[in-house]
């Protein structure tokens, strides 16, 4: 009730919510109070949180922020919010985003931007945008969201909570609306790495219906919150500390790994020599993967469909045409491009050849260092409305893509401001290493 007040109360403003199932949530309430005064509460018992519109939630709409599916009402649960249903947890609706989860900032939302509680002017990062405002404002303890390319350590740095983006693999993807299903991966977003260690020991683990999800046992990531770091090597990449990066963020990341160094951890620097070709791959294969991921929303099973078709082809393209917003229009035109005939080997096979080298970057850099530390965003959030052309704004994800293309794990954590507006530490680790990365997380918090 008090969650659902606090949504009540500010959200008018912040706009973090699409749906909110507050007569769902009451019930599920009524029924985690039994289970308590039964004696049957487990650990996340009765907790509210958010689920970013991209999660599948039978019998609620799940828009995934556009046009296209705002009359859709999903006929089945996510596996993640399958799981988080099992254990307990009562989610107080879905939250709003980039459409199809492509964008930086939240402002490509067919339900309109979201503000940052922080500063209203200023974008809440996207393109889980609304997960991270509304954990930031303290309408939700906790919220899920996904991260392609950076959208769950970006927001969750321009709002000054805490973001982990799992290794590749780590969480089912069954149920979350594809984007660009090689680097697509859904994770918690919370006020500490010890709330995102309750949430991801529900959410990780394999799943028969996501063939990518790795069969791998499920650590209690609570277990290892306080384990010493005496003796931690940190890596800084110097590619990450170079042009375009605010002054101010550099200072808070570098006082940060400072603290690390009074709790025992060793620095230096690494290299990762192929960061530069990051965005440019990134931004191929993205685009490739979600031109075809994005054929269903053809206006003949589900989604928008355009009044009075003339015919099959008038269909086709009228319901696309009035269902896609601008960015998702661009992408499907990049992503068609560069898989058509005479273009492919050129871009897509290229990119994937250059993704593999990013990848090794990573693998060569942990056979020295155990974690990688540097900024989650050049700058800390920008004002609504400041970036207008696409390319700068694909500039945003310069520290964050290379991670979803190497398939790795990521978490942004709080790390001071700049100006008012929060700045986010980014801690990566080599696959399969979350554990590792919420101790480190914690330990700083
Ligand atoms: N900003 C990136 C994009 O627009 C990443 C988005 C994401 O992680 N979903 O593709």
């Known amino acids: 009730s008090h969650f659902l007040q606090r949504i009540e109360q500010a959200d008018g403003t912040l706009n973090s919510f699409i749906t909110v199932t507050a007569e769902q949530a009451l019930n599920q309430a009524e029924a985690a109070d039994n289970a308590r005064a039964a004696g049957k509460a487990g650990k996340l018992t009765g907790i509210p949180f958010a689920l970013k519109d ?24 996510a596996t993640v919010v399958e799981k988080l249903n099992a254990a307990g947890t009562i ?42 405002a509304a954990v930031a404002a303290g309408l939700v303890p906790a919220a899920m969201g ?17 973001g982990l983006k799992p290794t590749y693999g ?28 309750h949430l991801l020991n529900v959410i990780a683990g394999h799943d028969v219906r996501d063939s990518t999800s790795v069969a791998r046992g499920v650590p209690d990531y609570t277990e290892t919150l306080n384990a010493p770091l005496s003796g931690l090597k940190i890596g800084l990449p110097k590619e990450y500390f170079g042009d375009g990066l605010d002054a101010d963020v550099e200072k808070a990341v570098r006082e940060a790994v400072k603290v690390y160094e009074s709790l025992g951890a060793t620095v230096r620097e690494v290299s990762l020599p192929h960061t530069h070709y990051a965005i440019p791959a990134y931004y191929v294969i993205a685009p ?59 871009y897509y096979t290229k990119a994937q050849k250059v993704r593999r080298l990013i990848r090794q970057d990573f693998l060569d850099a942990f056979e020295d260092v155990d974690v990688l530390m540097g900024p989650a965003s050049p700058t800390p959030a920008f004002d609504l409305g400041a970036k207008k052309d696409p390319v700068s704004m694909y500039l945003q994800d310069i520290y964050t893509i290379a991670v979803n293309l190497a398939g790795i794990p990521g978490i942004s ?3 001071g401001f700049s100006n008012g507006r929060p700045v986010g530490l980014q801690i990566l680790g080599t696959h399969f290493a979350e554990a590792q990365l919420l101790n480190v997380a914690h330990q700083f918090q």
């Open 54 to 77: 991209i999660f599948c939630t039978q019998g609620v709409k799940t828009s995934c922020g556009s046009k296209m599916l705002d009359n859709f009402i999903a006929p089945y649960n």
């Open 91 to 132: 989610s107080l609706g879905k939250t709003n985003m980039d459409e199809f989860a492509m964008g930086s900032s939240n402002e490509n939302s067919y339900f309109g931007a979201v503000k940052n509680p922080w500063d209203l002017t200023a974008v809440p990062g996207g393109s889980s945008g609304g997960s991270a």
């Open 146 to 162: 996904t991260d392609t390319g950076g959208s769950i350590r970006q927001p969750a740095a321009f709002c000054g909570i805490t």
């Open 170 to 197: 780590r969480v089912s993807r069954y149920g979350i609306i594809a984007y660009a299903s090689s680097l697509d991966q859904a994770g918690p977003m919370a006020k500490s790495a010890e709330d995102c260690a």
């Open 288 to 346: 490739a993967e979600a031109s075809s991921n994005l054929s269903r929303y053809d206006g003949v099973r589900f989604g928008h469909r355009c009044d009075a078709p003339a015919d099959l082809i008038d269909l086709y393209t009228r319901s696309r045409a009035e269902g896609f917003g601008d960015e998702v229009k661009r992408r499907i035109l990049i992503g068609t491009h560069t898989l058509s005939e005479g273009f492919f080997d050129a």
């Open 413 to 415: 954590v709080p790390a």
